[in-house]
T-cell receptor
Framework: EAGVTQFPSHSVIEKGQTVTLRCDPI?????LYWYRRVMGKEIKFLLH????????ESGMPNNRFLAERTGGTYSTLKVQPAELEDSGVYFC????????????????FGAGSRLTVL | QKEVEQNSGPLSVPEGAIASLNCTYS??????FFWYRQYSGKSPELIMS????GDKEDGRFTAQLNKASQYVSLLIRDSQPSDSATYLC??????????FGSGTRLQVQP
């Protein structure tokens, strides 16, 4: 079974530019999450999709961040325009339907996309 | 107060010793607790989950949960150099996605 795949693995852009990160979850996983880790800090929740719907986007830092999951398969996270403080590692994770998984939320993570904004 | 607190370390133990990693959480309604291991530059990898008070053992790993004290720990017996990594405590409250601590860096000295 393929795991969670993220692309690109590393992106270096200048302040003001746009970057789009992509995540392909494990096939059949309805839940898709975006997290971010800024250097030296904890992994912070950004948002949660259930299929194509945004279940919780309370962690999105501001309106420069836009996440989509068209068709309930892969997801993209766009940062436009990028700022220096957006640098970090963006992790995507997926999990099965919670109703099928008692105890909830066993997440499988991708390898992350490292974003460097200069 | 952070929702999930961990000592950042590094925690250094000799090979073969027991490594003890600790985590406290603030939300009394938390339901599920997880330990992830993350090697440098890699994705977090689930190693243990625990849902009820007490101990749960899986090979060299034992997770301990005390909901009254809002405390969860991970013991690694017979520590190996390959166990050197950052260990992330994660808590699920039932209201939103997993909340992570900042992680404890473990160094196992050969």
């Amino acid at each position: 079974e393929a795991g969670v795949t993220q692309f690109p693995s590393h992106s270096v852009i200048e302040k003001g530019q746009t970057v789009t990160l992509r995540c392909d979850p494990i096939s059949g996983h309805d839940n898709l999450y975006w997290y971010r880790r800024v250097m030296g800090k904890e992994i912070k929740f950004l948002l949660h999709f259930v299929k194509e719907s945004k279940q919780d986007e309370s962690g999105m830092p501001n309106n420069r961040f836009l996440a989509e999951r068209t068709g309930g398969t892969y997801s993209t996270l766009k940062v436009q325009p990028a700022e220096l403080e957006d640098s970090g590692v963006y992790f995507c994770a997926s999990s099965q339907d919670r109703r099928k998984n008692s105890g909830a939320n066993v997440l499988t993570f991708g390898a992350g996309s490292r974003l460097t904004v200069l | 107060q952070k929702e999930v607190e961990q000592n950042s370390g590094p925690l250094s133990v000799p090979e073969g010793a027991i490594a003890s990693l600790n985590c406290t959480y603030s939300d009394r309604g938390s339901q599920s607790f997880f330990w992830y291991r993350q090697y440098s530059g890699k994705s977090p990898e689930l190693i243990m989950s625990i849902y009820s008070n007490g101990d749960k053992e899986d090979g060299r790993f034992t997770a301990q949960l005390n909901k009254a004290s809002q405390y969860v720990s991970l013991l690694i017996r017979d520590s190996q150099p390959s166990d050197s990594a950052t260990y992330l405590c994660a808590v699920y409250t039932g209201r939103r996605a997993l909340t992570f601590g900042s992680g404890t860096r473990l160094q196992v000295q050969p």
